[in-house]
């Protein structure tokens, strides 16, 4: 059996930039099996599937380990192939998913998300992470899924070295560590050994815990936001009741054939 794939860099203003996903278009699903053993073979922080359902498509984003409920980046690198590989034709996109449905929609240039907020709350500090990034936190929050750590500066973010065994130990998908920008609202960058990414280059999903938080913070409902990561990403952000909107660009690195 051949399928086809592609490999779009998203959050990214040109290639070698933002974050690479795999996005392979089905017809039908594969099994739960094939499908992890065909994102483990990528070696990318995700690999997204989809197959069309009547007017929309449903989604699913597979890590090298494990499939996940949400993810930013690869939901973004799948609208980019539907529109600018596959022709689709229109700008709005419907994707059904494990994190119910979610929209993309063309806004000039950019790709613009449309996810579930998670509003973090606060928790007690955790020493693992204070041991674990070798800088103690301001403050330590919970989200749906993810912790969330504030710390004091963009120089510090920039300059963290994380333990990856010690964050394994923690019960959760991953950790964003964050802080206000110098030049943007803010800065972050995703760390999730548990799902087999060490560090994420971009993270959608973790936006999704940033955006409702820096928007308290700060007071406004527009945010830009760069991940720190050594790739790099930009995203325009805008918090909307409980939804949180995501927008960057897309640019495709690879067309392909899968033979299975």
Partial sequence: MKLPIYQADAFASGLFKGNPAAVVPLQHWLS????????????LSETAFFVPEGDHFHIRWFTPKAEVRLCGHATLATAHVLFNELNFQGDLLEFESLSGILTVKKVGEKL???F????AQEVEPINTF???????????FKGRTDYMLLFDSEETIQNLKPNIQLLLSTNARGVIATAKGNEVDFVSRFFAPAVGVNEDPVTGSAHTTLIPFWANKLGKTELTALQLSARGGQL???????RAYIAGKAVTYLRGEIEI
């Fill in 116 to 119: 579930p907020a998670d509003f």
């Fill in 112 to 114: 613009q998300l449309d």
């Fill in 130 to 140: 204070t041991e674990a990034f070798g800088a103690k936190p301001l403050q330590t």
């Fill in 32 to 43: 739960d099996e094939l499908m992890q053993q065909i994102a483990m073979e990528n070696n």
């Fill in 236 to 242: 325009w952000c805008t918090l909307s009741g409980d």
